[in-house]
């Protein structure tokens, strides 16, 4: 059986929301000739309350699958246990199947994929959770199993605590197990792990620089390939300086810029300026701009230890999304303070206003009483 895999479409995703939809459409398309089901590994949206166009279009492009669709929530579309998951909308009228704590089994000319997914959960609680979940799963007989995921992994995000590692994944029962969440094409464990990366660019790093598209993956060979989509080209410069002046940095910028455009006019470019300026001059003071889609990462003149630690400390940062930025900071400012509440659920709360807040607070306080 053929089995194809992608995630993170982000669809609406602002800066470049047509390709979000183009790139995703092409990936879903070539898949459902391709492949004989298809699973999205999470992030299908890219905020937890999608446009009403962004759901018109996400459910025109999934309506016109031929093969099923199995998918599990990412981490732009996480919600408290009480409300209403914008995936979910897409069972209507699709072939899609949103697993979260459940499997679902296909068949097809006699061969069986078992399929468990589990949605995205806060880093600290994904092991926990996953090992609660296999609890309760039990492993169909004579099937190909496979999990889906949308987590960080240790290994593969540099100054880790909290994540899934690959090891504790390679001791499960599982045949192939398919992750979304990290925007980079991985294949790991002798290709039993993979990661197929986003289908559209979001965060202009190098990383970014590589081919879009989705893993095709072959349940009696026990392989994948890449089968890669047409996709906006992305460009990732670096551009070094030593006592530079405003004109010549302008000038190198426009020089390397009109060089790819003349390739590739359609293209998204980040350049990343470093190093020193003459004296005088601070990073502040160049101002780069009139380039349509291009995008200047400066960072001129921070050369002193204490940026770069920083720097270093917040690389693992730039990984995980505001959200988990925010949910983490929320709960290290309650843990052990607070109980009446679960920090997770108060910053959904908090995200859509003071009313449903208090709601909630009384809700837990009414809830902690009774207990009492």
Known sequence: MKIAVFSDPHLGYARFEEDSYVQAERAIASASEK??????????FDTKIPKLETLKRAIEMFAKTVVPVYVIHGNHERRAKDMVNPV?????GTKVRLLHDEAAVFEKNGEKVQVFGMGSMPEEHAETALKGMMGGFSREDGAFSILMLHQSIRELIPGGEDELTLKYLESLPFDLIVNGHIHETVSKLGGRFIIPGSTVITQLKKDEMAEKGYFLYDTKTKRSEFVKIQSRPFFYEE????????????????ERVKEIRAKHPDSVIAVKIDGTLKEGLSGSDIKVD??????????????????????????????????????????AKTDGKIDRFDSTELFEKLVIGPDETLEYLEKRKKGSETAG
């Open 239 to 254: 551009l070094e300086f030593k006592g530079a002046g405003e004109s010549e940095i302008r000038e190198r910028i426009r």
């Open 35 to 44: 492949a004989d089901l298809i699973l999205c590994a999470g992030d299908i």
């Open 290 to 331: 009139g380039y349509e889609h291009v995008f200047i990462e400066n960072r001129l003149n921070v050369g002193t230890l204490t940026a770069k630690l920083e720097r270093i400390r917040s690389s693992r940062e730039t990984n995980l999304s505001l959200r988990e930025a925010a949910v983490k900071e929320l709960k």
């Open 88 to 92: 979910q909308l897409l069972s209507a």
